[in-house]
């Protein structure tokens, strides 16, 4: 069984605390450079989607069981932004906490001031589509590409800058709001719009499975009507249930802190280290999107005692 791992941004923090069982597979593996990528771009890429720009907001509305049918549809995810004079400093959904209630009642206020021309749905607290009755272009990352200070504003039509300026205004007073800055929990007082497009006609995706928490995975993986679920806790339990031949991709989270990348030394690599050692799996690639970086290792690599491990720092 040949498993393949994408890790976004798996060596973009510092200190890099030192892992014994990843940086032996990256030591003994055969180390690659592509082009680098967000995440999704390097998905639809790897699918056959040739757009510039993946149509995430359909393909996230596609894994979530809805149907987006021919219609134009964007990413709205609710985040807290401030724009200064060195660009946007952005807060994203996953760090907001939003609620349901909240969700649903900003969105009842923004569909009812927009009437039919828009759509907004929160298909999950944190994660909002947008269906737009005319094409609105537009260029931007997924927001947590752009947490923190130095981001930009998404680009593209004036349309879309007017829908976000449009939306900041009605958010702004929204009784959610007020009771959020009563409560020292930072506003919802925008939205942030990208992956816009329409659902491809096809997919065509070179794994027999692929279990992730990113609905735009999830979305290829329905759309090519391959096996697909959610991310399992460790290696273990997917090991468990995986089939024993073929090439299975797993979409892991982008640690936040070095406690979380121990916590995928412990729970990922150090497991599929040891079931690569014991040819219960045959080859293990693994993917570092944002870096462009990507490694092959097999059973027989590991043979290769000259090349000796060294600090992920190092690579970083």
Same mark, same amino acid.
């Given at each position: 069984?040949?498993?393949?791992?994408?890790?976004?941004?798996?060596?973009?923090?510092?200190?890099?605390?030192?892992?014994?069982?990843?940086? %032996?597979?990256?030591?003994?593996?055969?180390?690659?450079?592509?082009? #680098?990528?967000?995440?999704?771009?390097?998905? @639809?890429?790897?699918?056959?989607?040739?757009?510039? #720009?993946?149509?995430?907001?359909?393909?996230?509305?596609?894994? +979530?069981?809805?149907?987006?049918?021919?219609?134009?549809?964007?990413?709205?995810?609710?985040?807290?932004?401030?724009?200064?004079?060195?660009? *946007?400093?952005?807060?994203?959904?996953?760090?907001?906490?939003?609620?349901?209630? $909240?969700? +649903?009642?900003?969105?009842?206020?923004?569909? !009812?001031?927009?009437?039919?021309?828009?759509?907004?749905?929160?298909?999950?607290?944190?994660?909002?589509?947008?269906?737009?009755?005319?094409?609105?272009?537009? $260029?931007?990352?997924?927001?947590? $590409?752009?947490?923190? =200070?130095?981001?930009?504003?998404?680009?593209? @039509?004036?349309?879309?800058?007017?829908?976000?300026?449009?939306?900041?205004?009605?958010?702004?007073?929204?009784?959610?709001?007020?009771?959020?800055?009563?409560?020292?929990?930072? *506003?919802?007082?925008?939205?942030?719009?990208?992956?816009?497009?329409?659902?491809?006609?096809?997919?065509?995706?070179? &794994?027999? #499975?692929?279990?992730?928490?990113?609905?735009?995975?999830?979305?290829?993986? !329905?759309?090519?009507?391959?096996?697909?679920?959610? /991310?399992?806790?460790? @290696?273990?339990? &997917? /090991?468990?249930? =995986?089939? !024993?031949?073929?090439?299975? %991709?797993?979409? /892991?989270?982008?640690?936040?802190?070095?406690?979380? %990348?121990?916590?995928? $030394?412990?729970?990922?690599?150090?497991?599929?280290?040891?079931?690569?050692?014991?040819? !219960?799996?045959?080859?293990?690639?693994?993917?570092?999107?944002?870096?462009?970086? =990507?490694?092959?290792?097999?059973?027989?690599?590991?043979?290769?005692?000259?090349?000796?491990?060294?600090?992920?720092?190092?690579?970083?």
């Amino acid at each position: 069984m040949h498993a393949e791992l994408v890790a976004p941004r798996l060596l973009a923090m510092q200190p890099i605390p030192r892992l014994p069982a990843l940086e %032996l597979l990256l030591a003994r593996g055969r180390a690659a450079q592509d082009e #680098s990528l967000t995440p999704e771009r390097w998905l @639809a890429r790897a699918c056959g989607v040739a757009e510039t #720009s993946p149509p995430a907001g359909a393909l996230t509305l596609l894994a +979530d069981g809805g149907d987006p049918g021919d219609g134009y549809w964007l990413r709205a995810d609710p985040v807290h932004l401030e724009v200064g004079a060195e660009g *946007a400093t952005l807060t994203p959904a996953a760090q907001l906490r939003v609620e349901r209630t $909240e969700a +649903d009642a900003l969105l009842e206020a923004l569909n !009812r001031h927009f009437g039919p021309e828009f759509d907004l749905r929160a298909l999950a607290p944190q994660r909002w589509c947008l269906r737009t009755a005319r094409e609105m272009p537009v $260029e931007a990352h997924a927001p947590a $590409e752009w947490a923190g =200070a130095g981001g930009v504003m998404p680009q593209g @039509a004036g349309r879309a800058l007017a829908l976000m300026t449009e939306i900041q205004m009605v958010l702004h007073d929204h009784a959610v709001n007020r009771a959020r800055e009563q409560s020292g929990a930072p *506003a919802i007082n925008s939205v942030w719009l990208w992956g816009a497009g329409r659902l491809p006609r096809e997919a065509r995706i070179p &794994w027999q #499975s692929v279990c992730s928490d990113d609905p735009v995975a999830l979305g290829l993986a !329905r759309l090519a009507r391959v096996r697909h679920g959610a /991310l399992p806790q460790a @290696a273990a339990q &997917w /090991l468990e249930h =995986a089939p !024993r031949d073929g090439r299975h %991709l797993c979409v /892991l989270e982008p640690p936040q802190s070095g406690q979380q %990348l121990a916590e995928l $030394e412990r729970r990922w690599f150090d497991p599929l280290l040891q079931a690569l050692r014991q040819g !219960r799996i045959g080859m293990i690639t693994l993917r570092i999107p944002d870096a462009g970086d =990507a490694w092959e290792t097999t059973r027989a690599d590991l043979r290769r005692f000259w090349r000796r491990r060294r600090p992920l720092a190092a690579r970083a």
